[in-house]
């Protein structure tokens, strides 16, 4: 076994591409090929199933590219303290559904990120493929929620897949709606007050399911019910059509601006935040990082840590 063998594994499950992986490692595609069939036949496994598509990873390949990062970001610990060796590029992926909070946490990792290159992932996407990402290794970290109607769903798919749900905070539901809205300056807002304005959503995709639905309350009947795909359309809807959408509550106005209100939902429903990671790696230092800043921002915005 080679560490170029073991960076070669990394570079192909990140890009799912033979050809991708070889033109980023700067050799030919025949060489990676060879060189991974190698380290396959010397352990006796299959690390890739390759398809026209592209190429993923096997159960066992997810394990061992597990060790082959730690292994790796532990080799180059010891470089940096006895050779005096630079930091490589660092490299984080994280999956999370649509949390501002999320959002900046990972902006303020990149701003105290002291290397001079990284590359760095931030995926605002759906439940289910947040769930498939940290178990695939394609991100190391998967911000996600639970409630009493989801979790028994969630958590047994989380089971299966050998990740691990780590509480950060709960929270209240509230409602964002504009600041123009009609129901702006109300203290507190009921499901019945706004039956009469479009309920704005995020689409699920084939896992369409109520449990995987970002939004709590989801099987509760709407007569106005827009589905949508990413966080800014959704905020541009809430301002053109008078929409409203349920989330925790938590806003940034550096990157939401001060135009959106957050108002308490009369419900006894809670939302328990969280973030998963997969039980067959350790985490990399800058998704270490990450978490530590998701944790201190969450504090910051007057939430206590679970």
Same mark, same amino acid.
């Given at each position: 076994m080679k560490l170029n063998q073991l960076r070669y594994i990394i570079e192909v499950a990140r890009t799912g591409s033979m050809n991708?992986?070889?033109?980023?490692?700067y050799i030919t595609q025949p060489s990676l090929s060879t060189a991974i069939k190698?380290?396959?036949?010397?352990?006796?496994?299959?690390?890739?199933?390759?398809?026209?598509?592209?190429?993923?990873?096997?159960?066992?390949g997810t394990e061992f590219l597990g060790y082959a990062k730690q292994i790796l970001e532990q080799t180059e610990l010891l470089e940096q303290h006895y050779n005096k060796k630079l930091p490589s590029k660092q490299l984080c992926s994280i999956s999370t559904q649509h949390y501002a909070f999320a959002v900046n946490a990972f902006v303020n990792l990149i701003k105290k990120n002291h290397t001079d290159e990284y590359e760095f992932t931030l995926r605002e996407t759906r439940t289910h493929d947040i769930i498939t990402d940290v178990t695939t290794l394609r991100s190391e970290v998967g911000i996600l929620y639970l409630n009493d109607f989801n979790q028994k769903v969630i958590r047994r798919l989380l089971k299966e897949n050998n990740l691990t749900f780590y509480p950060l905070f709960d929270a209240d539901p509230h409602v964002f709606i504009s600041t123009k809205h009609p129901l702006a300056l109300n203290s507190k807002i009921t499901?019945?007050? $706004?039956?009469?304005?479009?309920? !704005?959503?995020?689409e699920q995709g084939e896992y369409n399911s109520f449990y995987f639905s970002e939004e709590i309350l989801s099987?509760?009947?709407?007569?106005?019910?827009?589905?949508?795909?990413?966080?800014?359309?959704?905020?541009?809807? !809430?301002?053109? $059509?008078?929409?409203?959408?349920?989330?925790?509550?938590?806003?940034?106005?550096?990157?939401?601006?001060?135009?959106?209100?957050?108002?308490?939902?009369?419900?006894?429903e809670k939302i328990l935040v969280g973030w998963i990671t997969s039980q067959k790696v350790q985490l990399s230092q800058s998704a270490q990082h990450y978490i530590?800043? !998701?944790?201190? !921002?969450?504090?910051?915005?007057?939430?206590?840590?679970?």
């Open positions: 991708e992986a070889a033109k980023k490692l190698e380290l396959e036949d010397e352990f006796d496994l299959k690390i890739f199933i390759r398809t026209t598509k592209g190429v993923s990873l096997t159960t066992e499901l019945e007050e $706004l039956e009469d304005y479009p309920y !704005l959503s995020f099987t509760v009947y709407h007569k106005k019910s827009i589905h949508v795909s990413d966080r800014a359309t959704l905020f541009n809807l !809430l301002h053109g $059509l008078n929409g409203y959408t349920i989330s925790t509550g938590v806003l940034s106005t550096d990157l939401n601006g001060s135009d959106i209100a957050s108002i308490p939902l009369k419900t006894e530590s800043e !998701l944790k201190r !921002l969450i504090e910051q915005y007057g939430f206590k840590l679970k």
